[in-house]
């Protein structure tokens, strides 16, 4: 409770002259025992300026300072000092505000008037949409939600990777071996046959390499019969896409991905070219970045085709130009940092001023349990099998403890999709993990179905309580250590949204919801909330209320449903 340490310190300065409020702030102690008092300021070292002993002086100071606002009490103790801080005002503020601003409570308008772009999730088209991918999405998503919060207007982009030479291999092997009913059936798994095929054919036949490079020109030049197959290609992997994004309540303002800067390179590389940073190499034009430490960035190649790379410049440019962006982030896996590194220097290198706010937040591998992930061996972990079967699992669970639990499809799906995107969100995402099920969809310990079952226990508390909750209560019966223990952390929610907005990091925000979760129920196991004192219980059900909605907007910041009842 810093706050209240420098509301005493500027107490104590208006009667000390000599001592700044930092040299105050230093010498106010803890005293050993609750009876002491919250804070103590020895008066020793000012004997010598007032020229009077200790307790003289701690009597004198103690007897000018008046006791309002925090400070509820001051009373002088063998020489120092004893400060009584004010919790019931520090539970009212907390309550009247939580209670006011209800959905609201926590946010701020710090982002007024500023635009941020976050592209995030951008699966490619034709692949699985598999677990490796459930970072990017999560993480993204809780960004979007965190920043606006704060009053920032946000533009979510899905950067699908939905152009390239793959598109050409994978018309080749279409016409050679496809079969649309097939496709349609099961498009994104029979796409990814058709894929390998063509890899292990085009091994005996390099000829398949020129043929696929062909069908990509192409497609790049506006031939009818190859934008008709790309274009049904990417129309039936985003119906399966959409499947994995509705369960997760997730959505797009843009679908730009990478075909849509097909015509909007030249620009780009234009202006590369203008400043004189393009030369040719091995059949390629880069930006030869060797003075940077980096390998050299790869613009296009020599028969004119572009790369990731140039796709990737343009659409910074426009999003600048579209968005006039504060500051764009990329959340994409740490495996691609040196391709963001080339990527803002380059832009910085062309003299776009804009190139700092380029903000790639990295994240670490998921590896499986088996080994890593091979979408050509086929050991792929579909991300929509895990959803489904998280849910699957929380239903058996739910039913095993009620048979007769309604609603149960529905509170499944929240309480089963919550445990895998909480779980995404519980550690700081540069670390690699290992994918297990087991672990995903435990219930025990620190987990999205433990802040999800606090928060219906608020909710049923409430219920039972049948009466209006208000924050016109005697809040001196708020003062206690378990109640001032969830006061405080309740109080510390919007500084906990702006340390992970300020290092994009949605796990300090799974941090709070965990510390008022678990704050709560010992506040919960031991003082009983409906009483029969009138005052007593009027009380304890305005700092139920407060965590509910706390716990609400805090689970609604991961991306997460609050059910009222599990
Ligand atoms: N602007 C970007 N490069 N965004 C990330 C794209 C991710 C890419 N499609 C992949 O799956 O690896």
Not at 89 to 95: D, G, H
Not at 191 to 219: C, G, I, N
Not at 269 to 291: H, P, R, Y
Request: hydrophobic content about 40%; charged content about 25%.
């Amino acid at each position: 409770m810093q706050d209240f340490k420098v509301a005493i310190a500027n107490c104590l300065k208006e009667k000390i002259e000599d001592l700044t409020v930092d040299e105050i702030l230093g010498l106010i102690e803890v005293p050993p025992n609750k009876e002491m008092g919250d804070y103590a300021f020895p008066c020793f070292k000012l004997a010598k300026v007032f020229r009077k002993a200790p307790n003289m002086i701690a009597e004198d100071l103690s007897s000018t300072i008046e006791a309002s606002g925090v400070i509820s009490k001051v009373m002088p103790l063998g020489g120092y000092v004893n400060f009584f801080v004010n919790k019931s005002q520090l539970a009212e503020t907390v309550i009247k505000e939580v209670l006011t601003q209800k959905e609201k409570y926590g946010h701020s308008d710090l982002g007024q008037e500023k635009s941020v772009v976050i592209d995030f999730s951008s699966p490619n088209i034709a692949k699985p949409f598999h677990i490796g991918h459930i970072r990017t999405t999560v993480i993204g998503n809780s960004l979007y939600k965190i920043y606006d919060s704060q009053g920032y207007d946000v533009v979510r982009v899905n950067h699908l990777g939905d152009y390239g030479t793959q598109f050409g291999k994978l018309i080749v092997a279409f016409k050679l071996w496809g079969d649309k009913k097939t496709v349609e059936a099961n498009p994104i798994p029979e796409l990814l046959k058709l894929y390998v095929q063509f890899h292990d054919e085009a091994e005996s036949k390099p000829e398949m390499e020129d043929e696929a490079r062909a069908w990509f020109t192409k497609l790049e030049n506006d031939d009818e019969e190859a934008k008709e197959l790309w274009k049904w290609f990417r129309d039936e992997s985003l119906k399966e896409f959409a499947r994995v994004y509705d369960l997760l309540d997730i959505q797009f303002d843009s679908y730009a991905g990478e075909s849509f800067y097909s015509d909007k390179m030249d620009d780009v590389i234009k202006l590369i070219n203008e400043k004189g940073l393009l030369q040719e190499s091995q059949g390629t034009n880069v930006v030869d970045l060797e003075e940077f430490n980096m390998p050299p960035a790869l613009i296009t190649k020599t028969d004119g085709s572009t790369l990731y790379m140039t796709r990737d410049l343009a659409a910074a440019l426009y999003r600048k130009n579209n968005y006039d962006f504060e500051k764009c982030i990329y959340v994409v896996g740490s495996q691609q940092s040196l391709h963001f590194q080339q990527l803002f220097k380059v832009l910085e290198l062309v003299g776009f001023e804009w190139a700092k706010d380029l903000v790639h937040v990295p994240f670490g591998m998921v590896a499986l349990e088996e080994g890593t992930m091979s979408t050509r061996k086929g050991r792929v972990v579909f991300l929509e099998d895990v959803l489904k079967q998280a849910i699957e699992k929380t239903k058996e669970t739910m039913l095993a403890k009620n048979p007769e639990a309604k609603n149960v499809d529905e509170i499944a799906k929240q309480v089963g999709v919550g445990a895998v995107v909480f779980q995404e969100l519980s550690n700081s995402r540069i670390k690699d993990y290992t994918f297990s099920w087991e672990r995903t969809l435990s219930f025990e310990g620190e987990t999205g179905p433990y802040v999800q079952y606090t928060h219906a226990r608020c909710c049923a508390v409430l219920r039972k309580a049948e009466q209006e909750v208000t924050a016109d209560v005697n809040y001196e019966l708020l003062s206690n250590g378990d109640s001032a223990e969830v006061l405080k952390v309740i109080g510390s929610f919007n500084k906990s949204i702006l340390s992970s907005l300020r290092r994009n990091e949605p796990h300090i925000v799974t941090r709070f919801v965990l510390d008022l979760a678990q704050a709560f129920n010992k506040f919960y196991h031991d003082n009983p909330i409906l009483v029969d004192d009138v005052e007593l219980r009027n009380a304890r059900l305005a700092l139920v209320e407060a965590t509910r909605q706390s716990l609400e907007n805090g689970l609604s910041l991961l991306g997460m449903q609050a059910p009222e009842r599990m």
